[in-house]
Structure formats: C-alpha cells, structure tokens
C-alpha cells in the first residue's frame, strides 16, 4: 500500500515531505524505535479526541480544541515522549501559543521523527 502522507523531520528540520495529511484518518508517528498510532476517534459520551497508541496501549486522550496534554506545560514532557507533540503540531493538529513557542525556540529539543500516513485507497489507472 503506498501513503497517503510522509514527512521525515531530522534534528528538527524537515527533510522531505510528500503528500497530503487527512488529520481525521489515522497516522504513525516515529523516532528510534517508538512508533505511535494517532487515532481520531469519538468516545462514549460523544467527546471527539485524539488517542495516542504505543504498543496497543493508550497512553493519552488528546481533547479538542488544543489536542494537547491537559495541565501540563510543554517542558514537563518527558523527553521520549515531546516528538509527539512537536509531530502534531507541525501538522496543525494541536494547537497553543505556549506550545509553538517552546517547540520554535532556539533552545528547543532538535527532534527526530518521521509521519506517515497509508493512502486510503488506490487509484487505477
């Protein structure tokens, strides 16, 4: 299957980015040896979240409007964990001027990760 969307971001520069992201379909995040499924889906009581999956488990529920972790600062973020939300940010998903700051800053974490989303159908010619 090809993709839909790939991006590779090395030391915090972007590599090479093809294709178009549909924020509303799933997509995998990784860097080193940590992929994470980011899932858009809506819960039982109706709320519309973004589950963050390692090894099938949920390790966050990110909740409109900021799609970000709630009552925390970005610097409280493990550092294994901050290139998922520097991934979503860098697609739009997530959102929150005290984010983009500390992700943009020149003192920020030079991150490592690729995106990559599966096409959701093929096209023949």
């Given amino acids: 299957m090809s993709n839909q969307y ?9 590599q090479s980015e093809e294709g178009h992201v549909y924020v509303a379909g799933p997509f995998q995040i990784k860097s080193g040896d940590v992929t994470v499924d980011c899932v858009y889906r809506q819960t039982n009581d ?13 390790i966050d ?15 409280a973020i493990p550092a294994d964990r901050q290139f998922i939300f520097s991934a979503l940010l860098h697609l ?8 983009v700051e ?6 920020s974490p030079k991150l490592s990760y ?10 023949s010619a």
Wanted: aromatic share 12%.
């Fill in 6 to 14: 790939q991006l590779t971001i090395k030391d915090g520069q972007v």
């Fill in 46 to 58: 109706h709320r519309v979240i973004y589950a963050i999956i390692i090894n099938n488990e949920v």
């Fill in 61 to 75: 529920e990110l909740e409109h409007p900021g799609y970000m972790p709630e009552g925390t600062t970005p610097d």
């Fill in 92 to 99: 739009g998903i997530a959102k929150g001027k005290e984010w």
């Fill in 102 to 107: 500390f992700f943009q800053s020149e003192t």
């Fill in 114 to 123: 690729e995106i990559s989303q599966n096409a959701f159908y093929e096209l």
